[in-house]
């Protein structure tokens, strides 16, 4: 009888010890990535765009066609010289690139806005 009274205190004190660490140590939330981004679209190569949201325009790949876009032309909004005799820039989705005019290859990314 007491090696069953002896069993059962030290279980209540490991389970009272349990319960108390459990308590006693406060749950550390995620560390949120820049402007306040999920951790793991924080280590993404576009930070805070989801992977299917992001698009990487390649310097010679052409616009596509059905894609839409709008021409630039205040320069001095987006701090720009005006563009060299040819090109023109041209904002996608926020993302501002100048292209080839006759042929809409991308000539260079410039970021996005």
Known sequence: MAMIKMQRILLNLSLSLLVATAVAVPSVPAMAG???????????????????QARKWEVGARIPGTLPWYEVRDYDRYDLPAPPDGSRYVLID?????VAIATGIILEFLGRY
């Not at 999920?38 to 805070?48: E, H, I, Q, R």
């Not at 926020?94 to 100048?98: I, K, Q, T």
Request: with cysteine; net charge positive.
């Open 94 to 98: 926020n993302d501002l690139v100048r």
């Open 34 to 52: 820049p402007k306040g981004c999920p951790p793991g679209l924080a280590k993404k190569s576009v930070p805070c765009v989801p992977p299917g």
